[in-house]
């Protein structure tokens, strides 16, 4: 059950009042860096005249995942975008020590998202998490968090929430990704913790680390704009995808041994029990070994880095539901198009994917 809290005022940030209709950036001092100057994270606010729920949008929450960067900026600068009630706080970087450093973590080397709520008088991490949960956070009804992959690593967008919530299960299914994964998120994370707080927050996954890739961004940008139209907070007609799967239990498929990977599959695509996932091969080609599919799954997310060692994560699967067979795998594959597919075809293109038969398997 949710914690029962007092939100905090929309309009009054630190001296200045925003009125009811009106947009501006604000900055929120978070700490002090090295040489004592003030490290403050730059928010822009966007009310609308009537009053409604307030919705955050957060990105670089981890300093490298720029790609939510993107689309906060892209929401920001829409001047079509016109709330009919409610507000926006919307932050293109959440963790600027961070982000100074094209780094995840902060400089006393901790994940600000295991940090949430934060104290006043802990480490730098829980510091920086207190003042952000309390000045954002409390303020507001909704959270979205943007997030990629991790280093070497791509994800295919999917959100991810607390779905015994009914009010994160709503905004989830609403934002539009075809995978929604379903979990509370670890401890000390932002949605986690804000959902706990009172305020049901999601988070999105999708692309690498250091980029800004225009399918992540558009895909992005689509679901935020879905859940404000889901909370009457703007007018517009909600884009749902060619289908939508939750998935509750996942994996990560891990390398046999060290060698150079042939990749048989890309991020997003639905794959059978038993599939081929990749072919080891040593530096001049002799095959060692394949990975195959536990079970009917999709591809969430996968290692871009084809030289690994024994042990390293090369696949992460979501396990599809019993419902999924193999025929309805196929009509799913039928089914991907327009920014499905853009998303599909542009996280495949910094892999070279290619059929099992087409290894030769150099004896």
């Known amino acids: 059950?949710?914690?029962?809290?007092?939100?905090?005022?929309?309009?009054?940030?630190?001296?200045?009042?925003?009125?009811?209709?009106?947009?501006?950036?604000?900055?929120?001092?978070?700490?002090?860096?090295?040489?004592?100057?003030?490290?403050?994270?730059?928010?822009?606010?966007?009310?609308?005249?009537?009053?409604?729920?307030?919705?955050?949008?957060?990105?670089?929450?981890?300093?490298?995942?720029?790609?939510?960067?993107g689309a906060v900026r892209q929401?920001?600068?829409?001047?079509?975008?016109q709330l009919l009630r409610g507000a926006l706080i919307l932050v293109p970087v959440l963790n600027l020590p961070a982000f100074d450093r094209h780094s995840r973590y902060l400089p006393d080397r901790r994940d600000l998202n295991r940090s949430f709520p934060g104290t006043a008088d802990g480490s730098l991490a829980s510091r920086m998490a207190y003042t952000i949960f309390n000045e954002i956070v409390m303020r507001c009804d909704y959270g979205i968090d943007l997030h990629t992959a991790s280093v070497r690593r791509t994800n295919y967008p999917t959100i991810r929430g607390d779905l015994k919530n009914q009010e994160v299960r709503s905004i989830a299914e609403v934002f539009g990704t075809e995978l929604i994964m379903n979990g509370e998120g670890p401890k000390g994370s932002l949605r986690r913790e804000a959902t706990k707080a009172g305020c049901p927050t999601i988070i999105m996954e999708g692309g690498e680390i250091w980029k800004v890739e225009p399918g992540i961004v558009e895909t992005t940008v689509r679901g935020i704009k879905n859940i404000l139209c889901k909370l009457k907070m703007l007018d517009t007609v909600s884009e749902a995808p060619p289908y939508q799967i939750i998935i509750e239990k996942s994996k990560w498929i891990r390398a046999e041994h060290?060698?150079?990977?042939?990749?048989?599959?890309?991020?997003?695509?639905?794959?059978?029990?038993?599939?081929t996932l990749t072919t080891n091969t040593t530096l001049l080609g002799a095959e060692q070994g394949r990975l195959y599919a536990p079970f009917n799954g999709v591809v969430m997310g996968m290692t871009s880095l084809p030289s690994?060692?024994?042990?390293?994560?090369?696949?992460h699967l979501g396990e599809l539901?019993?419902?999924?067979?193999?025929?309805?795998?196929?009509?799913?594959?039928?089914?991907?198009?327009?920014?499905?597919?853009?998303?599909?075809?542009?996280?495949?293109s910094s892999l070279l994917v290619v059929e099992p038969s087409e290894v030769a398997g150099k004896q």
Not at 261 to 269: S, Y
């Open 1 to 69: 059950m949710n914690k029962p809290r007092m939100k905090k005022s929309i309009a009054d940030w630190f001296g200045e009042h925003i009125e009811p209709g009106e947009s501006r950036d604000v900055s929120l001092a978070v700490g002090e860096s090295y040489s004592g100057m003030t490290v403050q994270i730059q928010l822009h606010i966007k009310r609308a005249i009537e009053d409604g729920p307030v919705v955050f949008v957060t990105a670089a929450l981890h300093g490298d995942e720029i790609n939510g960067c």
């Open 75 to 81: 929401i920001i600068l829409d001047n079509d975008l």
């Open 258 to 275: 060290g060698g150079f990977l042939h990749f048989h599959i890309q991020p997003g695509d639905l794959v059978e029990k038993g599939q």
């Open 308 to 315: 690994i060692s024994p042990g390293e994560p090369i696949c």
């Open 321 to 348: 539901p019993q419902r999924y067979c193999p025929a309805t795998l196929t009509k799913l594959r039928e089914k991907k198009q327009g920014l499905e597919q853009q998303v599909l075809e542009e996280l495949g």
